[in-house]
């Protein structure tokens, strides 16, 4: 069995809960183990640029530290994604935001974040920039909230209302959840909308489920 350690990359005990809480049906349908863990010394969220600087290091020498066959980083800002998947290339490291994108690609012409606030939307198009995927960004909409406020169920209604505005205003034909707290939308708001809905983390251990399944990392183990 393998190991896929999801790392929360903040201090919030109840955000790691959550995001564990919507990979429950993931586990059933894998043999490998997935972990959940946080950081204690990070901020309570990660919701500005200098959180994304702060946390980025700590995420490397976690991730490097755990040993496990497979890392997710999930923030949405994928703090740290590069330099540790530099540092680990016999093993998939994946951001939560980037497998996400890839995952919309698949689903709809066009995506739409739904993000927690300005700082936020200017980081993801940074993302979205490098990756080459602006064209087939629909829009990215905040809803003003820190990131436990979006992991509350009173948040569903504001949450909801930015979504819906992706959908009729801008196009969007596949919704991205813009943080890993917010995965507990998921089910209610596809229902709501009729468009696809993806929760980041759970289209990121997806794929890292996939990369062990087939063994995509064999050669870099064996020294092929």
């Given at each position: 069995?393998?190991?896929?350690?999801v790392?929360?990359?903040?201090s919030?005990g109840?955000?790691?809960?959550?995001?564990?809480?919507?990979l429950d049906?993931?586990?059933?349908?894998t043999?490998?183990e997935?972990?959940?863990?946080?950081?204690?010394?990070?901020p309570a969220?990660?919701?500005?640029?200098?959180?994304?600087?702060?946390?980025a290091?700590?995420?490397r020498d976690?991730?490097?530290a755990?040993?496990?066959?497979?890392?997710?980083?999930?923030c949405?800002?994928?703090?740290g994604?590069?330099?540790?998947?530099?540092?680990?290339?016999?093993?998939p490291?994946i951001?939560?935001?980037?497998?996400?994108?890839?995952a919309?690609?698949?689903?709809?012409?066009?995506f739409g974040v739904?993000s927690?606030?300005?700082?936020?939307?200017?980081?993801?198009?940074a993302?979205?920039?490098?990756?080459?995927?602006?064209s087939?960004?629909?829009?990215?909409?905040?809803?003003?909230?820190?990131?436990?406020e979006?992991?509350?169920?009173?948040?569903?209604?504001?949450?909801?209302?930015?979504a819906?505005a992706?959908?009729d205003?801008?196009?969007?034909r596949?919704?991205?959840?813009?943080?890993?707290?917010?995965?507990l939308?998921?089910?209610a708001?596809?229902?709501?909308?009729?468009?696809p809905?993806i929760?980041?983390?759970q289209?990121?251990?997806?794929s890292?489920v996939?990369?062990?399944?087939?063994?995509?990392?064999?050669l870099?183990?064996?020294?092929?």
């Open positions: 069995m393998s190991r896929i350690l790392l929360n990359p903040n919030s109840a955000i790691t809960a959550s995001i564990s809480a919507q049906a993931q586990r059933s349908l043999r490998h997935i972990l959940c863990g946080d950081l204690p010394d990070a969220g990660i919701e500005s640029d200098a959180d994304v600087a702060l946390v290091p700590m995420v976690r991730i490097i755990a040993g496990a066959d497979a890392g997710v980083i999930a949405f800002s994928d703090p994604v590069d330099v540790t998947r530099s540092e680990l290339s016999d093993r490291v951001g939560i935001a980037e497998a996400a994108y890839y919309a690609l698949q689903l709809g012409d066009r739904i927690l606030g300005p700082s936020s939307i200017a980081r993801h198009a993302r979205i920039a490098d990756l080459g995927l602006l087939r960004l629909a829009g990215d909409r905040d809803i003003s909230m820190s990131v436990a979006g992991n509350r169920p009173e948040s569903f209604g504001k949450i909801c209302d930015t819906r992706l959908r205003l801008d196009g969007a596949v919704i991205i959840l813009g943080c890993a707290g917010m995965g939308h998921r089910a708001l596809q229902e709501a909308l009729g468009l809905v929760d980041p983390v289209a990121a251990v997806a890292a996939a990369a062990l399944d087939l063994e995509y990392y064999a870099e183990k064996t020294g092929a």
